[in-house]
């Protein structure tokens, strides 16, 4: 059995899909608790201490306040930990096409700086490389949430960058690919 090479690229797939798990757990206590049959005998209300004859509108107003409060939060979770989920496909799939599509060119990885996330309580990384092309123009690339310095395992300090032709914003700095050409050479 062949493990998977651990990855440089930080991925946050599972946050949404934690929020998702959670958001469903709270719609779903939100539409038991409406679908359930309660009577108003079963109902127990008391206002400072007297206990107050419960009606069929007593228990609608609990069932809501019961909706509110549990499908509030189960729908800002869902919605929430779907944007998340979404975005990183995404992500994978426009870096997909980028490198079936895209050009590709070697880059010189010129900084290693601090990104604005924080994940146990450390700071994530950013390779930063620049490629200069034959007018002598030069582009800087900047890659995505790294969990270390990738730049030791770099061949000559080369990185693979896949860029849209129409869109040179469009671009993916394929770490992981280039540390793995690294790895192989070592």
């Not at 059995?1 to 719609?27: D, E, H, N, T, Y």
């Not at 509108?57 to 189960?74: C, D, H, M, N, Y």
């Not at 779907?82 to 050009?103: C, D, H, Q, T």
């Not at 900047?142 to 869109?167: C, H, Q, W």
């Amino acid at each position: 059995m062949r493990k998977k090479p651990k990855s440089f690229i930080q991925s946050f797939s599972w946050v949404g899909v934690m929020l998702i798990v959670m958001g469903a757990i709270f719609a779903g206590i939100a539409i038991i608790i409406q679908l359930m049959h309660i009577s108003p005998e079963g109902v127990n209300v008391t206002i400072n201490g007297v206990r107050q004859p419960a009606t069929l509108e007593t228990v609608r107003s609990f069932k809501l306040i019961f909706a509110v409060a549990f499908g509030t939060p189960g729908l800002l979770l869902l919605l929430s930990g779907g944007f998340i989920y979404g975005r990183n496909a995404a992500n994978f799939r426009r870096m997909s096409w980028l490198k079936e599509n895209g050009v590709r060119v070697f880059a010189e990885a010129t900084g290693f700086t601090q990104s604005n996330v924080r994940v146990n309580n450390r700071r994530l990384m950013r390779l930063t490389c620049a490629h200069t092309d034959y007018l002598e123009t030069t582009y800087v690339f900047k890659s995505g949430a790294l969990r270390m310095d990738p730049t030791p395992y770099l061949p000559e300090g080369k990185i693979a960058v896949y860029y849209d032709r129409s869109n040179m914003h469009r671009y993916f700095v394929d770490v992981d690919g280039s540390a793995e050409i690294g790895r192989r050479v070592v």
